[in-house]
């Protein structure tokens, strides 16, 4: 499939929560104050600079791209900023404003939590901008890892047993996650959503791999509302 040119502003998108999280590390070694402002404006002029850059028009492209190192899908990693995900980012992005605003100057909320906050929106990022499926793999557990640290950061009793279950919950959804990539990879050559696609259009109701494809949706859609906690999973 050839993509349209490379549009960095889905990469800025991508890097501002990565740059928050660099900034907040001197936390570790200065005093809070000197780096809980400098990396939240990194963070959200950036995020608010690529989605405005990148904002939906009539009559403008349905998806933007940007592809590394120059490596085309199925070889490379590429990413798709299209109107959903452009709209779920901005959500993202309106409800860590209210949670930063929220735990600032409170002295509970040290610089770990934040570096993790702005991970969680990095691999936020990651999971509504990947075009294949086992990057969506990688950035779910970079996403789950850094939830089990934010439900836990309290160190309560109550807050470690809820750490935990989570923990257990998304070890599970991700073995059904990891059960329909390999079918759709076993069939169709590719985890890439296109190649997907292509299997997926390619298939007839009377094939035998019919079955096998359905079940590899249900898999992955089982997977994805178990580690999302969506009713009645």
Avoid at 27 to 33: A, N, Q, S, T
Avoid at 142 to 164: E, K, N, Q, T
Avoid at 196 to 219: D, K, N
Wanted: charged share 10%; with cysteine.
């Amino acid at each position: 499939m050839e993509l349209a040119p490379n549009n960095i502003y889905v990469l800025v998108l991508m890097l501002a929560p990565i740059a928050g999280a660099v900034l907040i590390l001197i936390g570790k070694v200065l005093p809070l104050g000197y780096s809980l402002l400098p990396s939240f404006l990194v963070w959200s002029v950036g995020t608010v600079y690529g989605l405005f850059k990148t904002c939906p028009t009539e009559g403008g492209p349905v998806s933007m791209f940007y592809v590394f190192g120059g490596w085309a899908e199925p070889f490379g990693i590429v990413l798709e900023l299209n109107r959903i995900s452009w709209a779920a980012a901005g959500l993202g992005f309106l409800i860590g404003l209210v949670l930063w605003l929220h735990t600032r100057g409170r002295e509970a909320y040290g610089s770990s939590f934040y570096l993790v906050l702005y991970l969680v929106f990095f691999s936020l990022h990651g999971v509504l901008f990947s075009r294949d499926l086992f990057n969506l793999f990688v950035w779910f557990e970079l996403l789950s890892l850094c939830s089990f640290v934010l439900v836990a950061y309290d160190h309560s009793p109550r807050a470690l047993m809820a750490a935990l279950r989570y923990l257990f919950l998304s070890t599970v959804s991700i073995i059904f996650f990891l059960l329909g990539i390999w079918i759709f990879y076993r069939h169709g050559g590719s985890p890439s959503f296109s190649q997907v696609q292509g299997f997926l259009e390619g298939l007839s109701t009377a094939s035998p791999r019919s079955l096998q494809a359905s079940l590899a949706i249900v898999f992955i859609t089982a997977g994805i509302i178990t580690r999302s906690a969506v009713l009645p999973f």
